[in-house]
């Protein structure tokens, strides 16, 4: 089992540039999460997803969609990117969304 | 009063020490309680979920305060690669997801 795996490991963007960072679980988890970790500030959640079919916002969504792929995916993207989303994204799974969370490696972002 | 609260330390103790953090959350409501532990620059991990009664896992004690709304972490027998920072997680108020505290470094020396 890969657990939970995120691509890009890095990545370096221009502003206005687009991504999307890709998450990936083989637990068949029914939740998935999205979070970014800027220093002195802890996890803050963007975007989480329930279950399939559902997403909704968190503490800091805004600059960000995604989409449930499907039950094992779910993608981040950025459509313009600007320096204050310079930061550390980790991707997660659960269970249920009350259930302990298990995170892939980050994707370390930098916009410049 | 913030949602999830963890003295930041550092705590800096030498190997074979016992070392206890608390961390304090705001809703009464929450149900779901956990320990992380996150080393520099990777991913956080799940030490250790948090019940009512109180769980070990060997050198590890996590106890659960409802009623003062806290829960704590106790270490002992300190190892050097127990150094980390040890987040505190609690679920929201809504049940819906969990909310991080900023975590408490913890550094072991020889």
């Known amino acids: 089992n890969a657990g939970v795996t995120q691509t890009p490991k890095f990545q370096v963007l221009k502003t206005g540039q687009s991504m999307t960072l890709q998450c990936a679980q083989d637990?068949?988890?029914?939740?998935m999460y999205w979070y970014r970790q800027d220093p002195g500030m802890g996890l803050r959640l963007i975007y989480y997803s329930a279950s399939e079919g559902t997403t909704d916002k968190g503490e800091v969504p805004n600059g960000y969609n995604v989409s449930r792929l499907n039950k094992r995916e779910f993608s981040l993207r950025l459509e313009s990117a600007a320096p204050s989303q310079t930061s550390v994204y980790f991707c997660a799974s659960s269970e249920g969304y009350r259930d302990e969370q298990y995170f892939g490696p980050g994707t370390r972002l930098t916009v410049t | 009063r913030k949602e999830v609260e963890q003295d930041p330390g550092p705590f800096n103790v030498p190997e074979g020490a016992t070392v206890a953090f608390n961390c304090t959350y705001s809703n009464s409501a929450s149900q779901s309680f956990f320990w992380y532990r996150q080393d520099c620059r990777k991913e956080p991990k799940l030490l250790m979920s948090v019940y009512s009664s109180g769980n070990e896992d060997g050198r590890f004690t996590a106890q659960l305060n409802r009623a003062s709304q806290y829960i704590s972490l106790l270490i002992r027998d300190s190892k050097l690669s127990d150094s980390a920072t040890y987040l505190c997680v609690v679920s929201n108020q809504a049940g819906t997801a969990l909310i991080f505290g900023k975590g408490t470094t913890l550094s072991v020396s020889s």
């Open positions: 637990m068949n988890h029914n939740s």
